[in-house]
Antibody, heavy 121, light 108 residues
């Protein structure tokens, strides 16, 4: 059974870069799946950030596109997200998730527990 | 971007009742819709994919219907563990993107 676990700092200063990692167990990230990042501000709906394939292909939320960097470390079975120039509006719980297999990514069938990230000085 | 609206925003019900939640898309999306359940402090849990297919281990009391722009999620007999927020999600646009609706809170 696949399990995902986010890690990273809980507090990031404005204008800094947020860096998160998702450790995956029970399923290889090189299998035929897309992977994703989703965030959820307190009391609000989830917001899709990106779909990511371990080879480096990705699709990004247009509102975040220019600030995003994604990568994968297949030897550790993990993938990572970097969000540059953060502001208070980036405060949210960040989730990594598995998107089901196929040519085009779609729903998210397994999620990590989430990590609360606060942007504040 | 596909805009999703959900109604009602909040639904007050009692255990054992039949509950129907609505999700409407701003443009036709075929059956490219998923439903999730989220309890406080937890990640969303996939319930329905392809508008009507239950995900693995989802109880049969959950059912999804719809195509095009109008979708529903029905809980045939609400259990105490079903009190949660329910989100719909569109996928498979081009370029691929995911959009979530604002959610419906099901509570007492």
């Amino acid at each position: 059974q696949v399990q995902l676990q986010e890690s990273g700092p809980g507090l990031v200063r404005p204008s800094d870069t947020l860096s998160l990692t998702c450790d995956v167990s029970g399923h290889s990230i090189t299998s035929d799946n897309w992977w994703g990042w989703i965030r959820q501000p307190p009391g609000k709906r989830p917001e899709w950030i990106t779909y990511f394939y371990y080879t480096g292909s990705d699709y990004r939320n247009p509102s975040l596109k220019s600030r995003l960097t994604m990568s994968a470390d297949t030897s550790k079975n993990q993938f990572s997200l970097k969000l540059a120039s953060v502001t208070a509006a980036d405060t949210a719980t960040y989730y990594c998730a598995r998107s089901s297999g196929g040519v085009v990514p779609n729903w998210f069938d397994s999620w990590g527990h989430g990590i609360q990230v606060t942007v504040s000085s | 971007e596909v805009v999703l609206t959900q109604s009602p925003a909040t639904l007050s019900v009692s255990p054992g009742e039949r509950v129907t939640l609505s999700c409407r898309a701003g443009q036709t999306i075929a059956n490219n819709l998923a439903w999730y359940q989220q309890k406080p402090g937890q990640a969303p849990r996939l319930l329905i994919l392809g508008a009507s297919t239950r995900a693995i281990d989802v109880p049969a009391r959950f059912s999804g219907r719809g195509s095009g722009t109008e979708f529903t999620l029905t809980i045939s007999s609400l259990q105490s563990e079903d009190f949660a927020v329910y989100y719909c999600q569109h996928y498979n646009g081009w370029p691929p993107e995911a959009t979530f609706g604002p959610g419906t809170k099901v509570d007492f």
